[in-house]
């Protein structure tokens, strides 16, 4: 038997996980006051975060921002966003503001059924399985019936279930394929209940009904499962000008170098993967950051955009820009699936707090948000990369975390700040020019002394 394989880890006190973390890393002993130095004061606060995850030692902290001077569909508002790469932040608030003075961004919902699966293998002939099916679905629907009234009672339920035969993927492999309306709730263990309950309804059917024959009651559910590609949950959201009011201070000619570069830029991202991940990556920079701060699943909105972003059949680029008549309009169109009662959003005090910021939205008007967090975030870096280049920005901010990493204090840093002003920012160059000032300070000291 492993020795060094510890049982029972979760059931440890976070003392106990500690001291399991000092003895195999040789850490001080003092890392236990350290890490408690990052927990909230207020014991019943902490207890919330730890009850989040499994095995916590402490909390991990990340900046929790706000980006002002966003207007969505004519509502003012302020995003609160949780990121560890400020130029993110620093872009949102930009295009906010920016587009704030030309009419704002717009959204629009344009859909928000969700789905799930039942896997399962079935030897019989699927032609006879379909022409059974609606006598399979009323069963179906009846037997969840306990799970579903409290949904429908809130306008949601169960939109849909299909039977499909998909034999290419495996032999005698079949899927019920259910569509869900979940309205305010992510609603993902509603789904998962009732395609657990779908499944047993299933099984029961091909067990009992006279309608299968012997040798083919046997069933075998592989699993039952939600599915975060919701392409049928998507939002649009989009921002326009005329192409001469690009640029701020700038001639009509130079807005129209900008927005043909602009326009560039996207079909790029369009056409070719190893640009259009990069592109979509920023755009979840902004996306996730809001998702975080409202305590939504950032991994799930993710994925389904990454697939959304397939969907085509090759993956693109989630923006589009269109330049007729001198008007520059820019969009996003993106399947995503958020909640905003329930979960991490009604217990993380700072999530809660974030939902008050955003004045209480529905989860339709949070897709409509997220959406244009994405798209202010593309715009912010696409604008970037097509004038001045992302560094110049990148490094004014990475420059504070340098200052951070090398405990610069704090009246130290406006000279330095200066000094790297129109210089290329590097951790050694700044190093380089911070030992440079201590050590003519040194030098002047010494003198003094002398005399
Ligand atoms: C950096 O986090 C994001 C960008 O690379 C996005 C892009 O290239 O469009 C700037």
New binding site residues.
Partial sequence: MDESILKGFSKYTKQQRIVALILKYGFQEDLASWLASFENSDSSIQKIIDDLSENPISSFHFPFSIAPNFLVNGKKLFFPLVSE?SS?VAALSNAAGFWAKRGGFHAEVLGTEKKGQVHFIWKGNPENLQAIFSEIKNKILAESALLTAKMEERGGGITGIELKSLPHILPNYFQLDAGFETCDAMGANFINSCLEQFGKSLLDYFETSEKISEDSRECEIIMSILSNYTPESHVRAWVECPVADLLEGKSPQECELFARKFEQAIRISQADVSRAV??N??IF?GIDALAIATGNDFRAIEACGHAFAARNGHYAGLTDVQINNGKFRFSIELALAVGVVGGVTAVHPLAKLSMQILDNPTAEELMMYLAVAGLAS?FG??KA?VSVG?QQGHMKMHLSNILNQLSIPEGRRVEIEQHFQDKTVSFSAVKEYWEMLLKREGTKTQSKDLF
């Fill in positions: 790469e993110v990069t592109h990556k920023g920079n593309n870096a696409v990369l992302i």
